[in-house]
């Protein structure tokens, strides 16, 4: 009777989770994502944070700009590099840090990503940024970086394209990762 039951509670949850794949999947095909990464390190090291486009391809786009905003108190801006993606069709890499102007504890850092050919830019991991957890940061936080962004199409005059975002974040342990 137990194998019944099992088999019974098995076999409703299952057909729950079929149920609602197909209105999650439908949701996020809507819009073309750029997400931020996670990571896990400890003050004083290093941290790294991949920037991850997806896309439906129903749009060709050509040129992203996204704002990640951090706390400077806990984290500094090392570097970015060019993921696959991006070299790929030699898309240009920038990457800037200027003071948040509506919160001083604040930095953004401004990253755009452009296609230099006309090609669209692929889906993938189009750059890893690199931070500093710094010395004076708690341990056992997590730092949000706050992701805000916006796309453009390849078209002689270019169109700006819905661009949803998810941020990221940096875990400070206590111990070494």
Do not use: C, W, Y
């Not at 070299?87 to 401004?110: F, G, M, Q, Y």
């Amino acid at each position: 009777m137990d194998r019944f039951r099992l088999a019974t509670i098995l076999m409703v949850l299952l057909l729950s989770f079929q149920a609602a794949v197909p209105a999650v999947q439908h949701e996020s095909d809507t819009t073309d994502r750029l997400s931020l990464g996670f990571d896990k390190s400890n003050p004083g090291n290093l941290a790294f944070i991949g920037i991850i486009f997806s896309t439906q391809g129903e749009v060709e786009i050509g040129r992203i700009v996204a704002e990640i905003t951090f706390p400077r108190q806990l984290l500094s801006f090392e570097e970015a590099r060019a993921g696959l993606p991006i070299k790929a069709i030699n898309a240009e890499l920038s990457a800037e840090v200027r003071d948040d102007d509506s919160n001083p504890e604040n930095s953004v850092l401004d990253v755009v990503i452009a296609s230099t050919t006309g090609a669209a830019i692929p889906a993938g991991t189009l750059a890893n940024l690199t931070f500093t957890l710094l010395p004076e940061a708690p341990t056992q936080h997590i730092i949000e970086l706050k992701n805000k962004a916006e796309a453009f199409t390849t078209d002689d005059s270019p169109e700006p394209v819905e661009l949803s975002t998810t941020n990221g974040e940096i875990e400070s342990l206590a111990t070494p990762a």
